[in-house]
């Protein structure tokens, strides 16, 4: 990690090891958030990690830009563009992007009040005879009011982004988190030959350049990825995976995941509603070949059933699980 992005800070939380190019505000939310996945998941889940114990320190790549974050995450083969956070097995390292970032904070500003507070400045100078007349008071009056609206949906928007930064961590950690102490699929964390080669040009990708080099060393570690053998999954299943890990990823931990609900109503209404066999048919990865709305209305049922087991039949559920 420390090869690959030199210009990265890292910050140890107990057993998470942040790496990240965003400023010191956004790293103080990042640090409250693996402090408090942690706390929940280890109260909540505490039969499944008594006799257990993490296999390493765990570490987490923030990207404090979306152009480098999708550029990193195509050389795993994720689409960043469409997925803001992805856990890495084979690596076990978790990567996400600062959806609020600085460069996108910067743009939101000037999109909703930079341009307009220089247009107002422009016209209160220039308007002909407003200037120390009577309709000046007026349209000030007016221009504050409207400001005053733009802000309110600008803070609005701004934690929208915010909370979908939060979400989007808060879950993909659950998989790291999992995945560690031995709860989802088990991967040896040694490196092997290939892995460095992979990291090699991992590198190459990133500081090149040249869109021609890029394409070919992009098309040359997705093809070294292929040949990679399934690791042994005896008991991983999409819909108790990704359902555990959106009722964690809702903030306090065990309220509805609002983005989830909307979906799950928006099938229930169009009667696509899946059943439980069907879901259960997924046995690794995040529901592999579905696409688009039915992807969604996977991930939404399967938290909606997770939400469901944990409210009503918890302890025969964590049993499950364990």
Aim: proline content about 5%.
């Amino acid at each position: 990690i420390e090869e690959l992005f030199p210009d990265m800070r890292w910050y140890d939380e107990g057993l998470f090891t942040i790496w990240t190019d965003s400023p010191k505000p956004a790293v103080k939310d990042y640090l409250r958030t693996v402090r408090e996945v942690s706390t929940d998941l280890y109260l909540t889940f505490h039969p499944l990690f008594a006799d257990r114990r993490p296999s390493i320190q765990q570490h987490i790549v923030i990207f404090d830009g979306w152009e480098r974050y999708i550029d990193y995450a195509l050389t795993d083969g994720v689409p960043g563009w469409v997925a803001p956070g992805y856990f890495d097995p084979d690596g076990e390292v978790l990567y996400a992007v600062n959806v609020l970032g600085e460069q996108f904070s910067e743009l939101l500003h000037e999109v909703y009040l930079g341009e307009f507070r220089q247009a107002r400045d422009r016209y209160l100078k220039e308007a002909p005879g407003l200037r120390g007349s009577r309709e000046e008071v007026f349209v000030r009056g007016q221009f504050s009011e409207f400001l005053q609206k733009l802000e309110t949906a600008h803070s609005r928007l701004r934690a929208l982004y915010g909370g979908l930064s939060q979400l989007v961590l808060r879950h993909e950690m659950t998989h790291a988190v999992f995945h560690n102490w031995g709860l989802q699929t088990i991967v040896l964390s040694k490196m092997r030959e290939e892995d460095q080669e992979l990291a090699k040009k991992k590198k190459e990708y990133l500081q090149t350049e040249d869109i021609n080099k890029k394409r070919e060393l992009l098309e040359a570690m997705l093809s070294q990825k292929s040949d990679i053998a399934m690791p042994e999954t005896q008991a991983d299943n999409s819909w108790f995976v990704e359902g555990t890990a959106d009722y964690v990823g809702a903030f306090p931990i065990g309220s509805p995941n609002r983005l989830r609900l909307a979906d799950v109503q928006d099938a229930q209404q169009h009667q696509r509603l899946m059943p439980i066999e069907f879901l259960a048919m997924f046995r690794v990865g995040s529901f592999p070949g579905m696409s688009g709305e039915s992807r969604s209305y996977a991930y939404a049922q399967s938290w909606a059933f997770v939400w469901f087991l944990m409210e009503r039949h918890r302890e025969p559920f964590v049993s499950f699980l364990n």
